[in-house]
């Protein structure tokens, strides 16, 4: 149902029905997995500080929504989606598995631009 929403602008969705919405994070997250399958390549990652999710939570940004700056949108789709600019960075190296937060140096010297 969300795959043909975004395919096709008149079948957008407001909200999930209500048999359809997750209840709970991990069926949150199954959904959300199933939709980034359909749009394909991922262009980036959204996370956020989530008091329902217990921390951090996070949402595959597809390489198709990745305008960037400057950029033009057209009309069409983007018209129709609630936009929320953001300040994005390209990580320019992949980060090692660590125990432990990472120190404001370390991410620093990760970002690519």
Same mark, same amino acid.
């Given at each position: 149902m969300i &795959?043909? +929403?975004?395919?096709d602008e008149s079948k957008a969705l407001t909200l999930l029905p209500e048999p359809l919405r997750p209840e709970n994070l991990a069926q949150a997250y199954a959904i959300q997995h199933a939709v980034s399958e359909g749009l394909g390549a991922i262009g980036g990652w959204v996370v956020w500080s989530s008091p329902l999710a217990g921390g951090l939570a996070c949402a595959p940004i597809p390489l198709a929504c990745v305008h960037p700056s400057p950029a033009q949108l057209s009309s069409g789709r983007s018209a129709l &989606?609630? &936009?929320?600019p953001g300040i994005g960075i390209r990580i320019g190296e992949s980060l090692? %598995?660590? %125990? +432990?937060?990472?120190?404001?140096e370390r991410i620093v010297d990760a970002i690519g631009s």
């Open positions: &795959l043909q +929403a975004w395919n &989606l609630r &936009l929320v090692p %598995d660590y %125990d +432990a937060p990472f120190s404001h």
